[in-house]
């Protein structure tokens, strides 16, 4: 009911950027936060960064100040740009979107497939 398609995935070398994208499309009513996530080998998945519907961010603490979150609430795309990137930032990059749907009265949360970011010389 609720899909999320994520793209900008790849492989970087330390120091360099990327940005990734989330389009998310379906049965949303009113989105309440859209976020980003991710998950390196034997480590728990950690919160990136999230917006919330009034615009507010929170980042994880490993990555303030060289990532940035984003929305274009038209298209219900959520953006992270990743700057001055570090070996330690490679993991698999989930996406997430809490809404409401048509409908419904509580909240869903729902993940994208992952994009793998690589960060290596």
């Known amino acids: 009911q609720v899909q999320l398609v994520e793209s900008g995935g790849g492989l970087v070398q330390p120091g360099g950027s990327l940005r990734l994208s989330c389009a998310a499309s379906g049965n949303i009513g009113r989105v309440n936060s859209m976020s980003w996530y991710r998950q390196a080998p034997e480590k728990l998945r950690e919160l990136v960064a999230i917006i919330t519907s009034d615009g507010s961010t929170d980042y994880g603490d490993s990555v303030k100040g060289r990532f940035t979150i984003s929305r274009d609430n038209a298209r219900n795309i959520v953006y992270l740009q990743m700057n001055s990137l570090k070996p330690e930032d490679t993991a698999v990059y989930y996406c997430?979107?809490?809404?409401?749907?048509?409908?419904?009265?509580?909240?869903?949360?729902?993940w994208g497939q992952g994009t793998q970011v690589t960060v290596s010389s």
């Open positions: 997430n979107a809490d809404v409401v749907r048509t409908y419904y009265n509580s909240p869903s949360s729902h």
